[in-house]
C-alpha cells in the first residue's frame, strides 16, 4: 500500500487557492457535481470517476459547465476491479464527494469505513436530500419535495397563487452543494490540524432549513406572518417586489430603507405616497399606484429613469441579456470559454485568483493522466484520449 499524499501541498499561484487538494467526485446529478465544480473553481485538481454511460438527466458532457476545471475517469464500480481502483484514488485524496443513497457506496466496496482504511486523514462529504438517517433517508426524491418539508418553498409566491418553483437553486445549490462545500473545507482544515478525516453528511434539508435562520427567528419574535406575500421580505411589502411594465417585462424594487424609499417615490412621480411606507393600511393604494405608474413605460425607459439613483431599483434581466449588463461585463461576472457563456468562478481572491482553466471534463478523457499525476496503477485503456474509444468501460 503506498502512503497518502502529504496535506499542505503549497498552492500554484493563479490557480486559486485550493492549490494542491485532491478531490475525488463520485458521479451524480445536481449539487453533488456543483460542489465538485467550486472546488475545482478554487484550485483543488478534481477527479470525477464517471460511471459506463454517463448519469441520468445527463446534458450533453460537452455543455455541462458543472465539469468545468475537472478532469474525468471512467470506472465501473460493479466490476471486480471498479472499487479498487477508486480506493487508489481515495488513498492520495484530501476529499471525496458521492451523491449516493445511504449505504449504496457501503454496497459498493468504497463507502467511508473502506476509504479511512486506506486514508484516515480522508474527508469523506455525503450529499443527499433527506440526510443519512431519518425515516425517509431511503426514499427519492428531488429539489422541489426537499424545500417542500422544510417550509421554504412554501414562503415564495403570491397568495392566490401555487407556491412559486425557484428551479433547483434554493434546495439543490443553495441548501446542498454550499452547505457540502463548506463542511468539507472545514473538515479538511480539522484533519491537517489533527490527522484525523471524518464524514461530513449534508441534507439538502438540513441546508434549506438553515437558510431560514432569520426568518424563523421573525416568526417567533412575531414580526413574520406563517403565510405567503404578507411579510417585508416576501412580496407583502409594495416597495419590495416586482411590477410589470408597458413591454411585459418587470422591475425590481428594494426600496425598504426610508431614504431609499422617498427617492423611489420621487423618480416614479408619486411623493404624495410618503407617508403610506408606514401606514399597512395604505399598502394596497401604494401597490396599485406604483402598478400603475411602471405600466405607463417600458423597461427600458424605467431603467434609465432609475439609473445612477439609490432608489434601489433594477431590471429584471433573463440568463442571456444578463452577461450583458454593464456592471457584470465590467467585473466580468460572466466569462466566455470554449464557447459556453457562463458564470466565472465566485468569490475572488487576491493573492490567489481563480479561473475558468478548462472546459467541461469529458467522460474517461483524463484517464492515463490521472493515473500518471496521482501515481495510480494504470490499465490498457489508460492510453486512451478520446472517450469514444473506452468501449469497454461503456458496457
Avoid at 161 to 189: E, F, I, K, R, T
Avoid at 229 to 240: F, H
Avoid at 297 to 324: I, K, M, N, Q, Y
Wanted: hydrophobic share 40%.
Amino acid at each position: 500500500m503506498t502512503t497518502a499524499r502529504t496535506a499542505g501541498t503549497p498552492p500554484t499561484p493563479g490557480h486559486g487557492p485550493l492549490s494542491g487538494v485532491r478531490v475525488v467526485e463520485l458521479a451524480g446529478i445536481g449539487p453533488g457535481p456543483f460542489a465538485a465544480m467550486l472546488l475545482a473553481d478554487l484550485g483543488a485538481d478534481v477527479v470525477r470517476v464517471d460511471r459506463p454511460g454517463g448519469p441520468g438527466l445527463a446534458i450533453d458532457p460537452a455543455f455541462d459547465a458543472t465539469n468545468r476545471n475537472k478532469r474525468s475517469i471512467v470506472v465501473d464500480l460493479k466490476a471486480p476491479d471498479g472499487p479498487a481502483r477508486v480506493l487508489d484514488l481515495a488513498e492520495r485524496a484530501d476529499i471525496l464527494v458521492e451523491g449516493y443513497r445511504p449505504g449504496v457506496a457501503e454496497r459498493l466496496g468504497v463507502g467511508p469505513d473502506d476509504c479511512h482504511a486506506r486514508n484516515p486523514r480522508l474527508v469523506y462529504g455525503r450529499m443527499t436530500g433527506w440526510g443519512q438517517d431519518g425515516p425517509l433517508a431511503q426514499r427519492a426524491g428531488h429539489d422541489i419535495a426537499y424545500i417542500a418539508l422544510t417550509g421554504t418553498l412554501g414562503m415564495i409566491g403570491r397568495p392566490d397563487a401555487p407556491p412559486a418553483v425557484p428551479a433547483n437553486l434554493l434546495g439543490d445549490y443553495a441548501g446542498g452543494s454550499l452547505y457540502l462545500v463548506v463542511g468539507v473545507l472545514a473538515a479538511l482544515h480539522h484533519a491537517r490540524a489533527t490527522g484525523t478525516g471524518q464524514v461530513v453528511d449534508a441534507a439538502i434539508v438540513d441546508g434549506t432549513a438553515h437558510l431560514s435562520t432569520m426568518i424563523h427567528g421573525m416568526l417567533a419574535a412575531g414580526g413574520w406572518q406563517d403565510r405567503r406575500a404578507a411579510n417585508l421580505l416576501d412580496g407583502g411589502c409594495p416597495y419590495y417586489g416586482t411590477y410589470e411594465t408597458a413591454d411585459g417585462r418587470y422591475m425590481a424594487v428594494g426600496a425598504l430603507e426610508a431614504k431609499f424609499y422617498e427617492e423611489f417615490l420621487r423618480l416614479l412621480g408619486l411623493d404624495d405616497l410618503v407617508p403610506a411606507r408606514t401606514d399597512p393600511t395604505r399598502w394596497d393604494e401604494l401597490r396599485e399606484r406604483v402598478a400603475a405608474a411602471f405600466a405607463s413605460r417600458t423597461r427600458d425607459e424605467w431603467t434609465a429613469v432609475f439609473e445612477g439613483s439609490d432608489a434601489c431599483v433594477a431590471p429584471v434581466l433573463s440568463l442571456r441579456e444578463a452577461p450583458h449588463h454593464p456592471h457584470l461585463a465590467a467585473r466580468g461576472t460572466f466569462t466566455d470559454h470554449g464557447g459556453i457563456t457562463q458564470p466565472a468562478p465566485a468569490p475572488r481572491f487576491s493573492a490567489t485568483p481563480t479561473a475558468v482553466r478548462t472546459g467541461p471534463a469529458r467522460p474517461g478523457a483524463d484517464t492515463a493522466a490521472v493515473a500518471r499525476d496521482w501515481g495510480i496503477p494504470a490499465r490498457p485503456t489508460d492510453d486512451l484520449d478520446d472517450p469514444d474509444d473506452l468501449v469497454t468501460d461503456r458496457g
